[in-house]
């Protein structure tokens, strides 16, 4: 990477450490999202994750990022909540439910109502539906989580599923499916 050519609205991180995840190997460039680092230019300490799923990870010395990477959370975004009748992922709907959080959530047929009670404004029913597909139709998410695993939605993690290139794809599981 030429450190001296910066869009006026980029940063160049200094990497310190990185995660790999179960997501990486199935990525054909550079892998590695999660990441810690230093911005090379001014010092300060910076933590992240490089969501450019289909270009180049952080497993690198140096990545090049939108300086306009914060933690402002709008009221608008949209969250997809894959496996949502777990520990887990009841909790996080209602934590989005308090942040105003447009709630799309994947389940069975039985837990339907108890989904929709912990406040998704959508419920998608695995057992009836194509899951990509059904959820696409609510989409581009700013967050995904995935509650359940497996490789489904890793190709779909383009501008038709995620919002921004600051949109968030999270699994607790890898990529086996529980």
Known sequence: MNKTQLEPNEVIVEIKGIGLNPVDIQLAKIPGADFSGRIYKIGDEVFGLNLSIAGNGCLSQYIKLSENMSNDHTN???????????GVSHIACQ???VMNKYIVEICSSQNIEFVKEMGANEVIDYTKNDIVMASKQYGPYD????????IEFIPCLNS????????????????KTS
């Open 160 to 175: 038709d599923f995620l919002q921004s290139n600051q949109s968030i794809y999270l699994t607790i599981v890898g990529d």
């Open 95 to 97: 934590i989005a439910r």
């Open 76 to 86: 608008n975004q949209k969250i997809l909540i894959i496996g949502a009748s777990g």
């Open 143 to 150: 967050i995904i989580l995935d509650c359940v695993g497996g």
